[in-house]
C-alpha cells in the first residue's frame, strides 16, 4: 500500500491505513517529501498496540530525500522519531539526486541543486545506517540500469532493492534483467500508472487491452494491471484510500494470467509517465536533458 497524498490529510491516512491492515495490507511504503510517515506510523503503532498485528508482520518502507543526502544516518533516525519505529525494513535513495540540505518541497528550484551527485558518499552513509541496526535493508528508487551498474561498483552492501515505476506500458524489461543478475528485487510504483495524482494518468486502466483481459477474465482492468506486475517477480505498491477499492485491487492475487495475456501485454506501445522533468535544467542541475537522467532508459 501506498501511501502517498497529495493533501497530506493526516486523518484520512491513519483510518485508510487501519482498514488495509484489516483488509490483509502488510507492505507499506511512504517517503519523508510524501508527508505521510507520522501519520502511517501513528495508524501502526495503533494496530501493533491493539494487537491487530505485530510489529514482525509489518514491512514498512520509507525513502531518504533528496537534500538528506549528506547525512543518511541524521535522516533515518528522524524518520524514526517521526514514525514512532525501531526500525525501518527498508529505506531507499528516492532519486540519483542531491539538493542542498533543508530543500523540503518535491519540485527544487534552480539554486536548490548540488552539481556533484556524491552518490557514493551517500551510499556509505545508506550502509551505515544498515550497521547500526536503523534499518533491515537498504535499497534506491528511479536508478536505471547504469546507475545500478554505478552503484555495484563502489557499493560494500548492494542495494535489495530498485523501486521504479513499473506498469504494463512501462514493463522495464532491460532493468527488471539487470536488477534479477545483481539479485536487486524490483518494486514497482505506480503500478496502474498513478490515476488521481497531478502527474498521473488514467492511459493503463483505460486500454482496450487491459480492458479485454479484464473482461475475459470477470476482473478489473486494475486487477490485471496488478497481477502484471507480480507475475514478473515486482512487489506493486498501490494507493488507494478507498475501502471497496483496497479490496479489489488485494483480488488480483486471485487472478491468473495465461500466456496469450502476457504476450498481448509485451506488444503494448511503452510510455513513462513519471519522467522526472523537475530534476533537469541546462545550469545547475547535473542532468541536462531527460536522456541523462535516465541514461537512455526513456
Known amino acids: 500500500m501506498g501511501t502517498y497524498c497529495p493533501q497530506k490529510d493526516r486523518e484520512s491516512t491513519i483510518l485508510a491505513v487501519h482498514q488495509a491492515i484489516k483488509i490483509g495490507y502488510r507492505h507499506f511504503d511512504t517517503?519523508?517529501?510524501?508527508?505521510?510517515?507520522?501519520?502511517?506510523?501513528?495508524?501502526l503503532g495503533q494496530a501493533i498496540s491493539y494487537g491487530t498485528v505485530?510489529?514482525?508482520?509489518?514491512?514498512?518502507?520509507?525513502?531518504?530525500?533528496?537534500?538528506?543526502?549528506?547525512?543518511?544516518?541524521?535522516a533515518l533516525r528522524q524518520t524514526l522519531k517521526t514514525m514512532g519505529l525501531e526500525y525501518l525494513d527498508g529505506y531507499l535513495v528516492h532519486w540519483p539526486i542531491k539538493l542542498k540540505p533543508g530543500v523540503s518541497e518535491p519540485v527544487p528550484k534552480?539554486?536548490?541543486?548540488?552539481?556533484?551527485?556524491?552518490?557514493e558518499e551517500t551510499w556509505q552513509g545508506m550502509e551505515r545506517c544498515l550497521e547500526m541496526g536503523l534499518c533491515k535493508s537498504i535499497g534506491v528508487s528511479n536508478f536505471s540500469s547504469k546507475k545500478i551498474?554505478?552503484?555495484?561498483?563502489?557499493?560494500?552492501?548492494?542495494?535489495?532493492?530498485?523501486?521504479v515505476e513499473?506498469?504494463?506500458l512501462w514493463r522495464q524489461s532491460k532493468l527488471r534483467k539487470v536488477c534479477e543478475e545483481n539479485n536487486i528485487h524490483v518494486s514497482g510504483y505506480s503500478p496502474l500508472?498513478?490515476?488521481?495524482?497531478?502527474?498521473?494518468?488514467?492511459?493503463?486502466?483505460?486500454?482496450?487491452?487491459?480492458?479485454?483481459?479484464?473482461?475475459?477474465?470477470?476482473a478489473t482492468p486494475a486487477q490485471v494491471a496488478l497481477r502484471w506486475g507480480m507475475s514478473k517477480g515486482a512487489?506493486?505498491?498501490?494507493?488507494?484510500?478507498?475501502?471497496?477499492?483496497?479490496?479489489?485491487?488485494?483480488?488480483?492475487?486471485?487472478?491468473?494470467?495465461?500466456?496469450?495475456d502476457l504476450s498481448f501485454i509485451d506488444q503494448l506501445e511503452e510510455w513513462k509517465i513519471m519522467r522526472g522533468e523537475f530534476l533537469v535544467n541546462q545550469t545547475t542541475s547535473p542532468y541536462k536533458s531527460i536522456q541523462q537522467l535516465w541514461d537512455g532508459e526513456i
Not at 54 to 74: A, F, G
Open 110 to 119: 534552480e539554486e536548490e541543486f548540488e552539481k556533484d551527485l556524491g552518490i
Open 31 to 43: 517517503a519523508k517529501i510524501y508527508g505521510s510517515e507520522e501519520a502511517l506510523g501513528t495508524a
Open 149 to 163: 551498474f554505478d552503484l555495484l561498483d563502489f557499493a560494500s552492501i548492494s542495494p535489495s532493492v530498485n523501486q
Open 193 to 218: 500508472g498513478g490515476p488521481g495524482n497531478c502527474w498521473g494518468s488514467t492511459a493503463v486502466i483505460e486500454h482496450p487491452v487491459i480492458k479485454s483481459i479484464a473482461l475475459k477474465h470477470n
Open 235 to 260: 512487489s506493486v505498491i498501490v494507493k488507494s484510500f478507498n475501502g471497496a477499492r483496497m479490496r479489489e485491487n488485494k483480488r488480483a492475487l486471485e487472478i491468473k494470467l495465461d500466456d496469450q
Open 54 to 74: 505485530q510489529r514482525e508482520d509489518i514491512y514498512v518502507t520509507s525513502k531518504l530525500w533528496s537534500s538528506d543526502h549528506h547525512d543518511p544516518v541524521s
Open 166 to 168: 513499473m506498469h504494463p
